[in-house]
C-alpha cells in the first residue's frame, strides 16, 4: 500500500511539474521568422527555407537590418549558383502576410549578400530594407550573439543545455499569416573539431550537434538556450525571457548526416539500406553570424551610409 502511494504521488509531481515547464514561448521569438521561397521549374514558388531578422543598431531610433538564413537556401547547390531572387513571407499588422521578392547581387555596385570568409560555414546575411508601418516583425539584436568563440567556450552552453527553435514547418506555413512552429531539444556534443557533414564531398563544418528532430525547411532557424521554466519578467500578456537564460546561440544548418548514400547490406538476402539520423541536428554558432555581421566589409558599408545620411 505504501509503495502505491509512493507511485500516485510520484505521478502527480511528475504531471505537476509537466504543466509547470510547459509554458508558451514569447512571440518575441517567432515574430523575427520568415519564410523563405524559390520559383520552380514551372515558376511556382516553393518554400525551402527558415530566414529570420537581425539588427544592429545604427543609433536609438533606428537599426540596420538583415534578413539570415543558411546558405544552401539561397544557393543553388548543383551549380553553386546564387539564386537571382528569393521572395520571403513575412508577416503584416493585419493578421496576414506580405510576399515580398528580394533581388540578390552577390558582387557588383548592388551586391546585397554576404557570406563567411570561411566558404564552409553556411550562413547568409542578406541586407533588406522593411516598411515597418506595415510588417509586424521584431529583430534579434547582436548582444543576442556571442560575440567570438572564447565567448561560446567559455559560456553556459555544454552538453544538456536545454534549446528550442523557431522554423517553417512546410505541411502547415500558416494560412493568412507566418505560423511558426518551436521544436526543443538539448546540446548533445560540442567539440574544437570540424565535423563532417557530407561524406561524398568529403565537407567539414564548424557545428555543434542538438538532440532534436530538423526537416526540410528548418535551414536557417534561430536556436536559443533557455532555463525551466521558462522565466518572465512581467505578468502581461507580453511576456519576455529572463534575458540571463535566453540567448540566441546559433542557426539550423539540417539533420545531421542525413544525405548518407544508400547502399547494399550484407546479410542472407541482399537489401538496399539507408542512413539517416534525424534525431541529431547540426547547428552553427552564432559567434560566426556575428563575424559576418561585423566583417569589415559590412563595417565599411555600413560607415560610407551613415557619412552620406548625414550629409544630406
Same mark, same amino acid.
Given at each position: 500500500?505504501?509503495?502505491?502511494?509512493?507511485?500516485?504521488?510520484?505521478?502527480?509531481?511528475?504531471?505537476?511539474?509537466?504543466?509547470?515547464?510547459?509554458?508558451?514561448?514569447?512571440?518575441?521569438?517567432?515574430?523575427?521568422?520568415?519564410?523563405?521561397?524559390?520559383?520552380?521549374?514551372?515558376?511556382?514558388?516553393?518554400?525551402?527555407?527558415?530566414?529570420?531578422?537581425?539588427?544592429?543598431?545604427?543609433?536609438?531610433? #533606428?537599426?540596420?537590418?538583415?534578413?539570415?538564413?543558411?546558405?544552401?537556401?539561397?544557393?543553388?547547390?548543383?551549380? #553553386?549558383?546564387?539564386?537571382?531572387?528569393?521572395?520571403?513571407?513575412?508577416?503584416?499588422?493585419?493578421?496576414?502576410?506580405?510576399?515580398?521578392?528580394?533581388?540578390?547581387?552577390?558582387?557588383?555596385?548592388?551586391?546585397?549578400?554576404?557570406?563567411?570568409?570561411?566558404?564552409?560555414?553556411?550562413?547568409?546575411?542578406?541586407?533588406?530594407?522593411?516598411?515597418?508601418?506595415?510588417?509586424?516583425?521584431?529583430?534579434?539584436?547582436?548582444?543576442?550573439?556571442?560575440?567570438? @568563440?572564447?565567448?561560446?567556450?567559455?559560456?553556459?552552453?555544454?552538453?544538456?543545455?536545454?534549446?528550442?527553435?523557431?522554423?517553417?514547418?512546410?505541411?502547415?506555413?500558416?494560412?493568412?499569416?507566418?505560423?511558426?512552429?518551436?521544436?526543443?531539444?538539448?546540446?548533445?556534443?560540442?567539440?574544437?573539431?570540424?565535423?563532417?557533414?557530407?561524406?561524398?564531398?568529403?565537407?567539414?563544418?564548424?557545428?555543434?550537434?542538438?538532440?532534436?528532430?530538423?526537416?526540410?525547411? #528548418?535551414?536557417?532557424?534561430?536556436?536559443?538556450?533557455?532555463?525551466?521554466?521558462?522565466?518572465?519578467?512581467?505578468?502581461?500578456?507580453?511576456? #519576455?525571457?529572463?534575458?540571463?537564460?535566453?540567448?540566441?546561440?546559433?542557426?539550423?544548418?539540417?539533420?545531421?548526416?542525413?544525405?548518407?548514400?544508400?547502399?547494399?547490406?550484407?546479410?542472407?538476402?541482399?537489401?538496399?539500406?539507408?542512413?539517416?539520423?534525424?534525431?541529431?541536428?547540426?547547428?552553427?554558432?552564432?559567434?560566426?553570424?556575428?563575424?559576418?555581421?561585423?566583417?569589415?566589409?559590412?563595417?565599411?558599408?555600413?560607415?560610407?551610409?551613415?557619412? @552620406?545620411?548625414?550629409?544630406?
Amino acid at each position: 500500500m505504501r509503495g502505491l502511494k509512493f507511485i500516485v504521488g510520484y505521478l502527480i509531481s511528475l504531471v505537476l511539474s509537466v504543466n509547470l515547464y510547459a509554458q508558451n514561448v514569447p512571440e518575441q521569438f517567432k515574430l523575427p521568422i520568415t519564410f523563405i521561397a524559390v520559383k520552380d521549374v514551372e515558376g511556382k514558388l516553393k518554400y525551402n527555407g527558415t530566414g529570420f531578422i537581425a539588427s544592429i543598431p545604427l543609433d536609438s531610433a #533606428n537599426l540596420w537590418l538583415y534578413l539570415v538564413t543558411a546558405k544552401h537556401v539561397i544557393v543553388d547547390e548543383a551549380d #553553386n549558383r546564387l539564386c537571382d531572387t528569393i521572395w520571403v513571407r513575412i508577416n503584416s499588422f493585419e493578421n496576414s502576410s506580405y510576399v515580398l521578392p528580394i533581388e540578390l547581387y552577390g558582387d557588383g555596385p548592388d551586391k546585397d549578400v554576404y557570406f563567411h570568409s570561411d566558404t564552409s560555414v553556411d550562413l547568409a546575411v542578406i541586407g533588406i530594407t522593411a516598411n515597418t508601418t506595415l510588417l509586424n516583425f521584431r529583430s534579434i539584436g547582436e548582444s543576442s550573439l556571442f560575440k567570438s @568563440k572564447t565567448e561560446f567556450d567559455t559560456s553556459y552552453v555544454k552538453e544538456g543545455t536545454n534549446v528550442f527553435y523557431t522554423s517553417m514547418f512546410s505541411p502547415y506555413l500558416g494560412y493568412k499569416k507566418n505560423s511558426p512552429i518551436v521544436r526543443f531539444g538539448k546540446v548533445s556534443l560540442i567539440t574544437d573539431e570540424k565535423l563532417l557533414w557530407d561524406s561524398a564531398k568529403n565537407e567539414l563544418a564548424n557545428l555543434f550537434l542538438v538532440e532534436t528532430t530538423t526537416f526540410g525547411g #528548418n535551414s536557417g532557424s534561430p536556436v536559443f538556450s533557455y532555463e525551466m521554466p521558462f522565466q518572465l519578467t512581467d505578468t502581461s500578456n507580453h511576456h #519576455n525571457f529572463s534575458k540571463d537564460s535566453t540567448k540566441m546561440i546559433g542557426v539550423i544548418k539540417g539533420s545531421y548526416l542525413e544525405n548518407m548514400p544508400m547502399g547494399l547490406k550484407q546479410t542472407s538476402a541482399m537489401v538496399p539500406t539507408y542512413t539517416s539520423n534525424v534525431g541529431i541536428s547540426g547547428v552553427i554558432p552564432s559567434y560566426l553570424l556575428y563575424e559576418i555581421l561585423h566583417s569589415d566589409e559590412l563595417e565599411r558599408i555600413r560607415k560610407n551610409l551613415t557619412k @552620406k545620411s548625414k550629409n544630406k
